[in-house]
């Protein structure tokens, strides 16, 4: 258990549809990164907020935000939904910008798009 | 931009050595990171080279040469349990944190 909890695990929606995955880092962690993860695919790097702010910005579609709240824990909401946007999405978590390229993954939230 | 390139598959058989290569092209190098995947698991960090040079973690070993771009992650006595996808990751200012395709690990009896 590497203290990132994540919810839901799993998600089914139909296209079109809004959902909202929901990140909680470890204990004292101030980084969080979203990735997203398609079958047989590597880590997208999505983005990545520290302390609230938004520190890194990767391949996240306009359909994508996401935000870090004061209490530290991140939201990364998904519109519009597309067949495509089926895949496993994980967050994870750092103490400060990743020390020794070292952060913590949660199980993921899988989502499905039928 | 950010670009790693590893081997898609590897196979080897229990009790041998295997070796994954990566090779980064990156603005800004802060280090080569390992991290192993079981099958719809969370990604797990295994290795990390800031400097050239070999870094030992009992099984698992990792190199890096800044001057070629270039790392391995080495992994000895191959058990079974080893069968795994790795990433190999590169970091850049900020802590963003780029993976590679990652090699999926066949390890045969």
């Known amino acids: 258990d590497s203290g990132v909890t994540q919810t839901p695990k799993h998600l089914i929606t139909a296209t079109g549809q809004r959902v909202t995955l929901r990140c909680s880092p470890r204990?004292?962690?101030?980084?969080v990164y979203w990735y997203q993860q398609s079958l047989d695919q590597g880590l997208q790097f999505l983005i990545q907020?520290?302390?609230?702010?938004?520190?890194a910005k990767g391949n996240i579609l306009e359909r994508f935000s996401a935000q870090q709240f004061p209490d530290l824990h991140s939201e990364l909401n998904l519109s519009s939904l597309e067949l495509g946007d089926s895949a496993l999405y994980f967050c994870?978590?750092?103490?400060?910008?990743?020390?020794?390229?070292?952060?913590?993954f949660g199980e993921g939230s899988w989502l499905t798009v039928v | 931009g950010q670009s790693l390139e590893q081997p898609s598959e590897v196979t080897a058989v229990e009790g041998a050595i295997v070796q994954i290569n990566c090779t980064y092209q990156t603005s800004g190098f802060y280090g080569l990171s390992w991290y192993q995947q079981h099958d719809g698991g969370a990604p797990t960090f295994l290795s990390y080279n800031a400097l050239d040079g070999l870094e030992e973690t009992g099984r698992f070993s990792s190199f890096l040469s800044r001057s070629d771009s270039y790392g391995y992650l080495l992994l000895q006595e191959l058990q079974m349990k080893d069968s795994a996808s790795y990433f190999c990751?590169?970091?850049?200012?900020?802590?963003?944190?780029?993976f590679g395709q990652g090699t999926e690990l066949s390890v045969k009896p």
């Open positions: 907020y520290y302390n609230g702010e938004e520190r």
């Open positions: 990751a590169v970091g850049s200012q900020g802590g963003k944190l780029i």
């Open positions: 204990s004292g962690d101030l980084s």
């Open positions: 994870a978590s750092s103490v400060e910008g990743g020390q020794r390229n070292t952060i913590y």
